[in-house]
């Protein structure tokens, strides 16, 4: 039979193990939260000089109304090192112009969101042209981003940036396309990290070993194979794609009777 002051260790050691166990649980369930370090790169601006539009989307697969009334003129096309394959689109990032005569004083800052491929122009120099060759990482920003932080005569200038916790209105939208057997999500108005790694959907009242995992088209969009039908509502489960990484399920946002061609908003974010 142990000592009382064995017990009295074995106790104290279970609930210090738990207070870690429960400690790393916490974290891992944490959203990306911290502004990562500054770093170098450069920054243009292009297409319509009021901000908006689809030219700011095309890429990700943001349209001109999601882009109005998601992002306004905050927004920028990425260079492939930063565009990732597409698991960039929706991620935010702080920038502010570092080492011009073009900046304007006191060099304030913008925080843009990923929106666009700002693709490579082989045909020219990296340092004449072709701004968004990699390995650049570079920032084609819509014009009132750019403004704020240097006049539009500079036409390119160095920045200083970092990637920052999106702050968003609401929780995850969700645009629907494709039909009841293929259906294609777009998810967009992501907080936290802006960006999701893994998407999975069920028919509302199913198991959740029902759930049918989708993979990533391109940019914001999933496409789920799996006859779901509309006679149920869906439930959408995603996982973030930056680290930490943490899981949120959206049960409340795509109602029965759910058609393509339409977006739905759910309460849930990555908060």
């Known amino acids: ?22 400690a790393y649980y916490h974290q891992q369930q944490q959203p990306f939260q911290q502004a990562s370090q500054w770093q170098d790169g450069s920054a243009t601006f292009y297409g319509d000089d009021s901000g908006l539009g689809a030219d700011f989307g095309g890429a990700c697969g943001f349209g001109a109304s999601d882009i ?16 990732s394959q597409g698991n960039g689109c929706g991620q935010c990032y702080e920038i502010r112009c570092a080492g011009s005569r073009w900046c304007n004083p006191g060099s304030p800052s913008v925080v843009v969101t990923g929106t666009n491929l700002c693709p490579p122009n082989w045909y020219l120099p990296s340092d004449n042209g072709g701004w968004c060759n990699p390995p650049r990482q570079h920032f084609d920003m819509a014009p009132p981003s750019f403004y704020r932080l240097a006049q539009r005569v500079a ?6 940036f970092r990637r920052v916790p999106c702050q968003r209105a609401g929780g995850v939208r969700l645009c629907l396309q494709g039909n009841y057997y293929w259906l294609l999500v ?7 990290g802006g960006d999701v790694g893994d998407l ?72």
């Open 155 to 160: 036409g390119i200038i160095p920045v200083q």
């Open 1 to 22: 039979m142990a000592t009382p002051a064995i017990v009295v260790l074995v106790m104290a050691a279970a609930a210090t193990a738990a207070q870690l166990a429960s």
């Open 68 to 83: 109005l009334s998601l992002y306004s003129t905050y927004t920028a096309a990425l260079s492939t090192p930063l565009f």
């Open 200 to 271: 999975a959907v069920k028919r509302a009242g199913d198991p959740d070993c029902n759930y049918l995992h989708a993979t990533h088209n391109w940019g914001i969009t999933y496409q789920v194979f799996g006859a779901l039908g509309n006679a149920q509502g869906l439930v959408v489960r995603m996982t973030s794609y930056s680290s930490p990484q943490q899981t949120v399920v959206v049960d409340d946002a795509i109602p029965a009777g759910w058609t393509t061609g339409l977006c739905y908003q759910g309460s849930n974010n990555f908060y």
């Open 186 to 192: 777009y998810v967009m108005n992501v907080a936290g």
